[in-house]
Nanobody, 126 residues
């Protein structure tokens, strides 16, 4: 099992930027695809971005494409989500997740990820 810890959340004004980090520990010798999801109050968890193990393939929700960038540094066992041009509708708890069954691709389906972090709050004020 891979343990994940997110950090970097906070309060930012609309138009601002934040960079979230996801530190992996435990079975980090295992290769895994990484995803970022978010959940706003009263809403279902939704896909934000995902990246394959090699970092060559990335995937984004339409709502964040062009504003968010997912990346990873496998040497540091850490993934990142750079969020620019933030909007109030980006306010949510952000979670990172690991999928050890996919290496060269990554899925948008939350149920396919077996390890999850505890989440970090992102609040964007208008």
């Amino acid at each position: 099992q891979v343990q994940l810890v997110e950090s970097g959340g906070g309060l930012v004004q609309a138009g601002g930027s934040l960079r979230l980090s996801c530190a992996a520990s435990g079975r980090t010798s295992s290769s895994f695809a990484m995803g970022w999801f978010r959940q706003a109050p009263g809403k279902e968890r939704e896909f934000v971005a995902a990246i394959a193990w090699s970092g060559d393939n990335t995937y984004y929700a339409d709502s964040v494409k062009g504003r968010f960038t997912i990346s990873r540094d496998n040497a540091k066992n850490t993934g990142y989500l750079q969020m620019n041009s933030l909007k109030p509708e980006d306010t949510a708890v952000y979670y990172c997740a690991a999928d050890r069954h996919r290496l060269s691709t990554a899925t948008r389906t939350a149920a396919m990820y077996e390890s999850w972090g505890q989440g970090t709050q992102v609040t964007v004020s208008s």
